[in-house]
């Protein structure tokens, strides 16, 4: 297994445009989650899937953003009408259902740039 | 879930064991204590994590103290490619909530 892929890396956009980036989980996790972390921050969470259920969204995720996992297998994380306070690492973790008791991978990243 | 408290820097000598201490007296019986590092530019890493008893694994060693309130990272050499930013966090539920963590500075 590769662990958790996220693309692109690195993603520039014009403000007003909409960006997609997307997860693909380590395959025999059933719960994705999305964290956003700014510079000197520690990540701050989004939002959450249990296989194709979204179950818990952060109030950070205002209308303009939205995320979905068909099929329960990769995610997408779309943002529209981009702002510059958008950018950031957007970043993806998997892990097993059942408890606290298993640790959490996480990609990469995608990096943001809204100008 | 609950909060913890974690220095904002520390540094130490490469070859050298680091301890990297984390308060959370706020702790409930059902708190798991995870660990995770996150070098620059990269995602966070997975550590180690434990409910009770101290924990070992290939990368680290996990002290918990017998009322729970505390615990300590142990690196055992610390070597140049472990200086990261070190988050403890307290986990029940379904997610992990970041503090701001520990940077620690290793020097050659």
């Known amino acids: 297994d590769t662990g958790v892929s996220q693309d692109p890396r690195h993603k520039i956009t014009k403000r007003g445009q909409n960006v997609t980036f997307r997860c693909d989980p380590i395959?025999?996790?059933?719960?994705l989650y999305w964290y956003r972390q700014t510079l000197g921050q520690g990540p701050e969470f989004l939002t959450y899937?249990?296989?194709?259920?979204?179950?818990?969204k952060s109030r950070l995720l205002s209308d303009r953003f939205s995320a979905e996992r068909p099929k329960g297998s990769f995610s997408t994380l779309e943002i529209q009408r981009t702002e510059q306070g958008d950018s950031a690492m957007y970043l993806c973790?998997?892990?097993?259902?059942?408890?606290?008791?298993?640790?959490?991978?996480f990609g990469s990243g995608t990096r943001l740039t809204v100008v | 879930d609950a909060k913890t408290t974690q220095p904002n820097s520390m540094e130490s000598n490469e070859e050298e064991p680091v301890h990297l201490p984390c308060n959370h007296s706020?702790?409930?019986?059902?708190?798991?204590i995870h660990w995770y590092r996150q070098l620059p530019s990269q995602g966070p890493e997975y550590v180690i994590h434990?409910?009770?008893s101290n924990v070992n694994n290939r990368m680290a060693s996990l002290a918990i103290a017998e009322d729970r309130k505390s615990s300590t990272l142990i690196l055992h050499r610390a070597t140049l490619r472990d200086a990261a930013v070190y988050y403890c966090i307290l986990i029940s539920g379904d997610k992990l909530t970041f503090g701001t963590g520990t940077r620690l500075a290793v020097r050659p």
């Open positions: 899937f249990q296989n194709e259920a979204q179950l818990e």
């Open positions: 434990g409910l009770t």
């Open positions: 395959s025999e996790h059933n719960r």
């Open positions: 973790a998997s892990r097993p259902s059942g408890g606290a008791n298993y640790g959490y991978t």
């Open positions: 706020t702790i409930s019986g059902t708190d798991y």
